[in-house]
Structures are given as C-alpha cells and as structure tokens.
C-alpha cells in the first residue's frame, strides 16, 4: 500500500465538514493544499463515497475532463497518492458518515478477485476504526464516569500485570465479577481493549 486515509465526514446530517477529523499518510504538501483550496467540496471520491455505501475504485468514477474535480484528481498524481485506489463508505451505527481509502503506486493493485479480498479485509479495519472514533469523541464529550472502588481496584492490578483469576484471588472476588468490573470500566473509559482503558485510566488519574 503506498497510502491509507481515514475521514470522519459528520453526523447529524452535517456532511462534508472541511474540518472534519482526517487522519492519513498522504504527503504533508498534498494535505495543506486540499485543506487551503477547500478541495474537499469538489472531491469527486468523496461524494461518491457519501451517496453511495458500497466500495468502489477511483477508476470506477466517471469525472468529465476540465471539471475542478477532475483537475484535482489529476494534480494530486503529482504527490505521489499512488496510481490506484480504493475508497470504503463506512455508516456508524449513529448515523455519522466516514471514509476510508487505501492506494497503490500498481496500477492494478485492486483488479479481479484481489479486489473482493482487499474489499473484505479493509472494510472490517475501516468500521473498526470509525467506530474507535466514534467511542473516544463520546469519550471526550461526555468526560469519564466515576468507577466503583473495585473497577479501580481491578484496573489497577490488571495494570500491574496479573491475570484475571489472580486478580479474584487477591481481592476476594469470584472470576466472573472480575471480568464484570473489568468490561464495566473499558466502557466507561471509552476503551475497546483492557490495556486502552488502563491508559486512559492513567492519563486521567483515575488509578
């Protein structure tokens, strides 16, 4: 893969917001431009990405020559985005709208069957991804809920390193409420692993 893109296009009906959360590999020259001459109004993989839920290649896009999206696409060739593409819409389960895209500098990269695996393997990182952000701005929006004495005391020892059945034993809990405690505080930290929610637990104080 030569570039990986990931654009969080809104919820709400609030689309195609040029401050929109972005993260991608392309060149920094490349992204300061599109963000300075507003391309994304223009981008033609991006409307076809928000009316359209299936994936779909770039080549795939009918752009008339002369038309500013057709210009920006060609221009962009020139940052080295890669010579073939593949864009995934992603639908969160709020209603938010994303996009996800990988490119390749082989033309042919996404051609045939290997286009149907590409497809498959992308579009699971590419939902996992926006629902990731979709969890840490809710986190971030709504602050941290207070966790019980034992969610802590469970985060804590789990930080320290012990396993699940250890940590049972060392505070006198049976297993299944340890695993309780445990999934209780990642959804509470916004967290979708329990060594994200110690990190967010140790950023915040909480333990």
């Given at each position: ?7 969080f296009?809104?919820s ?6 040029p401050d929109g959360?972005t ?9 300061e431009?599109?963000y ?5 109004l223009?981008?033609?993989?991006v409307k076809r ?5 299936l994936?779909?290649e770039?080549?795939?896009l ?6 500013p999206?057709?210009s920006m ?7 080295s ?7 995934i ?9 994303g996009?996800?895209?990988?490119t390749s500098?082989d033309p042919r990269?996404?051609e ?5 695996s590409?497809?498959?393997d992308y ?7 926006h ?5 840490i701005?809710?986190?971030q ?12 005391a ?10 699940g ?9 049976s297993?299944p409420?340890?695993?309780?405690c445990?999934?209780?505080?990642r ?7 329990t ?6 637990a140790?950023?915040l104080?909480?333990i």
């Amino acid at each position: 893969m030569s570039n990986v893109v990931y654009y969080f296009a809104g919820s709400g009906g609030d689309f195609m917001n040029p401050d929109g959360f972005t993260c991608t590999t392309y060149p920094r020259e490349w992204q300061e431009r599109y963000y300075n001459q507003n391309y994304l109004l223009i981008d033609p993989v991006v409307k076809r990405g928000l009316h359209n839920g299936l994936p779909f290649e770039w080549r795939d896009l009918k752009i008339e020559k002369g038309t500013p999206g057709y210009s920006m696409l060609m221009e962009g060739l020139d940052y080295s985005l890669g010579h073939a593409a593949l864009s995934i819409p992603l639908l969160g389960t709020d209603g938010s709208r994303g996009l996800f895209a990988i490119t390749s500098d082989d033309p042919r990269k996404f051609e045939g069957l290997a286009r149907v695996s590409f497809v498959r393997d992308y579009q699971m990182l590419a939902n996992y991804v926006h629902e990731a952000y979709l969890r840490i701005t809710a986190f971030q929006a709504n602050g941290v809920q207070d966790l019980s004495a034992e969610e802590k005391a469970c985060l804590k020892l789990a930080g320290e390193g012990l396993l699940g059945h250890e940590i049972a034993r060392k505070l006198k809990l049976s297993d299944p409420v340890v695993r309780l405690c445990l999934r209780v505080a990642r959804h509470k930290l916004g967290a979708a692993t329990t060594d994200m929610a110690i990190l967010n637990a140790n950023q915040l104080g909480v333990i």
